[in-house]
């Protein structure tokens, strides 16, 4: 049993649920969010700002958002 749990609570934190990640709106601009699969967080792209996951909880405290570089800022630095 304590194998089976830890196989089924392995990736638990890392992924999003589909019907949850249908319902979830960025609390700043109120429009869909994204799961990012490399930085395991949900991406607003309407304002370009990330939220962190933690333990598998969406982390959508205005305050917890990351603003994301733009790619031709990234690209010089």
Do not use: H, W, Y
């Not at 930085?39 to 333990?55: A, C, E, R, Y």
């Amino acid at each position: 049993m304590v194998r089976l749990s830890r196989f089924l609570l392995k990736d638990a934190g890392n992924v999003i649920d589909k019907t949850l990640s249908e319902i979830l709106v960025c609390p700043l601009s109120k429009q869909p969010l994204r799961f990012c699969e490399k930085t395991k967080s949900l991406v607003s792209d309407t304002i370009g700002v990330s939220f962190p996951m933690k333990d598998g909880i969406p982390c959508l405290v205005p305050k917890d958002g990351k603003i994301l570089e733009e790619e031709s800022e990234a690209s010089k630095a």
